[in-house]
């Protein structure tokens, strides 16, 4: 009887501590991807600051980003894809420019930052459609290295090279602007070639 009493208290730990556990992950996921969301609204407000004051003029500043959230689980893996956004119109202007027209500028995840042109207002009753494509390509090598030392000592590295590229056709103000960007530290894309590597002991 009491053995039984033990094993049913033991199984309703662990189910709850399971519970408590899956809670816990998905709080600090949800605040981890609102923490990104709200820094990336800091930022392009931040930039959009800067251009305005030295354009002495208003500024409209753009910033799409795509990150790999941290894998919790499976740390030697990639994490999930998630995709950010921020947008600030500023105006700092004493009224000398006499510009009819501001700066606007557009970035995508860790590039710099296009111009981009103005254009009138399309006409009432006008319908524009706009498509924006974007390609996610991967690729993951897991490498184990054993090492035995002179002392009879063994250790075994895991190590894990990620290859991501992420292309992109994005319809800005009615052109299409091509990305090509890669993986690399951070979790952020970045222009060019990057592998992402990752390694730890398994000693």
Do not use: C
Not at 16 to 37: D, T, V, W
Not at 129 to 135: P, Q, R
Not at 160 to 182: C, E, K, M, N, P
């Amino acid at each position: 009887m009491v053995r039984g009493k033990v094993g049913q208290s033991t199984t309703e730990f662990v189910v709850l501590g399971s519970l408590i556990i899956m809670a816990f992950s998905f709080l600090i996921n949800y605040s981890e991807k609102l923490n990104r969301q709200q820094s990336y609204i800091q930022q392009s407000f931040r930039a959009a600051l800067k251009e305005a004051r030295a354009a002495n003029h208003s500024a409209s500043y753009t910033k799409v980003a795509f990150r790999r959230m941290p894998n919790v689980m499976t740390p030697m893996e990639l994490g999930q894809i998630q995709s950010f956004s921020g947008n600030a119109n500023v105006l700092w202007a004493d009224g000398k420019n006499t510009s009819p027209h501001g700066v606007s500028k557009y970035q995508f995840n860790e590039g710099a930052a296009i111009d981009i042109p103005y254009r009138e207002t399309p006409d009432e009753g006008t319908v524009e459609t706009s498509e924006n494509k974007f390609v996610n390509t991967t690729s993951s090598d897991i490498i184990f290295a054993k090492q035995e030392g002179l002392g009879g000592g063994i250790v075994t590295n895991k190590a894990l090279q990620a290859r991501d590229v992420l292309t992109a056709d994005i319809d800005i103000s009615g052109s299409t602007y091509s990305f090509r960007h890669t993986l690399g530290e951070g979790g952020k894309y970045y222009p060019g070639d990057h592998v992402l590597e990752r390694s730890r002991s398994m000693q």
